[in-house]
C-alpha cells in the first residue's frame, strides 16, 4: 500500500482507528463501520478527526492512507488468526468520542501507545496494533473443482482465498483458477457466491479482498 511504511495504526473499540505519521507527528483518527446487514461486512470510514501541528492542506490530505486502513483492518478482522478480534473492534462505546481529548483518552497516553509498537498485529488493553500485513499462516490443502457448489466448499474456498490475499496474491481468483482447473470466470462466481452467503466479506469492485 502507498506509504505504508510511513504510517503506524493503532485499533480500538468502538470501530476506532489512530492512524499516525512519525515523519511530522500528523495524527488522522478514522471511524469504521458497516455498511449492510449482513454479518462481518466490510467495514468503511465514515468518521475522520484530523490533528496537525501545521494547517490541514489538501496535500496532507491526499497522503491520508484512507483506502490502505480499511484494506488493513478488513484483511485483519477477516483473517482466520485474528477471528475473535472482530466482536471486540465493533463493541460499542458508552460515549461516542468525537473530540480530541476524547479520542486520546480512548487510545491510551503517549507512553502507553509506545510500548504497543511492533511489526505485527498485537492485542494488549483492548487495542490491536497494525503494524503490518498478518502472517497467512500455514497454507490452506489445494482446491478440487466440485461437482457441486456446497457451504463446504465454499469455506474451503473462502479460507484458501483469504490466506491468498494475506500473502499478497493480487490475483487470488486467478490462483484458485490454477489450483482447480476452472475457468476464472468460474472461480469468480463462486466468490460472489461465498459473499452472498455470508463466507465471504463483500468485495468492492477491483478489490481482492
Given amino acids: 500500500m502507498k506509504e505504508s511504511s510511513e504510517w503506524r495504526m493503532l485499533c480500538a473499540r468502538g470501530g476506532w482507528v489512530r492512524v499516525f505519521r512519525p515523519a511530522d507527528s500528523t ?24 490533528d496537525n501541528d501545521a494547517p490541514i492542506s489538501t496535500h496532507v490530505w491526499r497522503y491520508v492512507p484512507f483506502q490502505a486502513v480499511e484494506d488493513t483492518v478488513n484483511t485483519i478482522l477477516t483473517h482466520p488468526l485474528w477471528e475473535g478480534l472482530w466482536d471486540d473492534f465493533r463493541d460499542s462505546l ?15 497516553t503517549p507512553e502507553e501507545i509506545a510500548s504497543l509498537d511492533g511489526p505485527n498485529p498485537v492485542i494488549s488493553k483492548g487495542m490491536v496494533v497494525l503494524g503490518g500485513s498478518p502472517d497467512p499462516g500455514e497454507e490452506p490443502p489445494p482446491l478440487e473443482r466440485p461437482e457441486r457448489i456446497t457451504d463446504a466448499f465454499l469455506t474451503d474456498l473462502a479460507r484458501t482465498y483469504r490466506w491468498l490475499v494475506a500473502s499478497g496474491d493480487t490475483a487470488p481468483a486467478a490462483s484458485i483458477a490454477k489450483q482447480t482447473g476452472a475457468p476464472v470466470a468460474t472461480v469468480r462466481r463462486w466468490v460472489v457466491n461465498a459473499r452472498q452467503r455470508g463466507i465471504l466479506p463483500p468485495g468492492r469492485p477491483g478489490r481482492a479482498g
Fill in 27 to 50: 495524527v488522522v483518527y478514522m471511524r469504521l463501520r458497516g455498511t449492510g446487514e449482513a454479518p462481518k461486512q466490510r467495514l468503511n470510514v465514515h468518521t475522520v478527526v484530523m
Fill in 94 to 108: 458508552d460515549e461516542e468520542p468525537l473530540r480530541l481529548d476524547q479520542l486520546e483518552q480512548l487510545f491510551g
